[in-house]
């Protein structure tokens, strides 16, 4: 008897697992602005959401942020593109000069050798993106999450998960997979 056997293949990736995430929402000026500074932790799996109107090439700081960070830039359909690592400088703030609020921003002045130091350290994007997302130091390490897995969230929402592409290579001719 002969079998005819037929393989479809998909022109999407397949994902297996999901990390859900609760997220703070950073949509305005005065929002990204701020962003996570004078923080010095973060729940686990509690990140920062900053939403940008349009894709662009997109740059972080971590001016005033007392905790390392990892940092996933997202593309509009929610593709994670790059994950990079922030460090954090609390001890280049100066303490005579304490930033509690978006005014005491005006503390230091573009000029100022503390805003070119923390601008020198700044990270951009390598490719037009809309959402930056940042998590604890490591998080995404530790939880497998790279470029390419993709970022699932309904706008206005504070919850969204992390969907992992399926990376699992096996031959469609071994009898286990291998």
């Known amino acids: 008897m002969l079998r005819l056997v037929l393989f479809i293949i998909y022109p999407f990736a397949i994902f297996a697992n999901s990390i859900p995430i609760t997220i703070e929402i950073a949509d305005t000026d005065e929002e990204r602005g701020w962003?996570?500074?004078g923080r010095d932790s973060l729940p686990d799996?509690?990140?920062m959401l900053f939403v940008y109107e349009r894709q662009k090439y997109l740059s972080v700081w971590m001016f005033n942020t007392m905790m390392d960070l990892?940092?996933?830039f997202i593309d509009t359909s929610g593709v994670i593109t790059e994950i990079r690592e922030l460090k954090a400088y609390p001890d280049r703030m100066n303490p005579e000069r304490p930033v509690r609020s978006l005014r005491d921003l005006a503390l230091y002045p573009p000029g100022d050798p503390t805003v070119r130091f923390f601008r020198r350290k700044r990270i951009t994007s390598d490719q037009k993106v809309r959402y930056v997302l940042e998590m604890q130091k490591g998080w995404f390490k530790r939880r497998g999450v790279k470029p390419g897995d993709r970022?699932?969230?309904?706008?206005g929402e504070n919850k969204a998960m992390i969907q992992l592409q399926n990376r699992e290579k096996k031959s469609m001719f071994s009898p286990k997979g291998e």
């Open 151 to 155: 970022l699932v969230w309904e706008p």
């Open 35 to 37: 962003g996570l500074m």
């Open 70 to 72: 990892s940092v996933a």
């Open 45 to 47: 799996n509690h990140g």
